[in-house]
């Protein structure tokens, strides 16, 4: 079992950037592909980036390619999310998964283990 902790988020204008961190427990945190999802007010929770276990793949949903990266310290069991050219739309409750078997994945039911959210809010 893993537990997940995410900081970082914040409010910020349009355009800037903010740095979110996933901080996990345990040992085995290497052997977990890893996922960012958000969610914002009345939707449903969405895919935003996944990076694989040796941090050798990464794969973005098309509304941040290009402006979001994902990366991850083994050696420091955390996973990042680097938010550039920030929207408005990008405000959501901001998630860390964990995926215990199989590659990497887009969809929140293949992840095992999840983080208690860390608010992003982005103004126009």
């Known amino acids: 079992q893993v537990q997940l902790v995410e900081s970082g988020g914040g409010l910020v204008q349009a355009g800037g950037s903010l740095s979110l961190s996933c901080a996990a427990s345990?040992?085995?945190?290497?052997?977990?592909?890893m996922g960012w999802f958000r969610q914002a007010p009345g939707k449903e929770r969405e895919f935003v980036a996944t990076i694989g276990r040796s941090a050798g793949s990464t794969y973005y949903a098309d509304s941040v390619k290009g402006r979001f990266t994902i990366s991850r310290d083994n050696a420091k069991n955390t996973v990042y999310l680097q938010m550039n050219s920030l929207k408005p739309e990008d405000t959501a409750v901001y998630y860390c998964?964990?995926?215990?078997?199989?590659?990497?994945?887009?969809?929140?039911?293949?992840?095992?283990?999840w983080g208690q959210g860390t608010q992003v809010t982005v103004s126009s």
């Open positions: 345990g040992r085995t945190f290497s052997s977990y592909v």
């Open positions: 998964a964990a995926r215990q078997l199989g590659p990497i994945a887009t969809t929140p039911k293949g992840y095992n283990y």
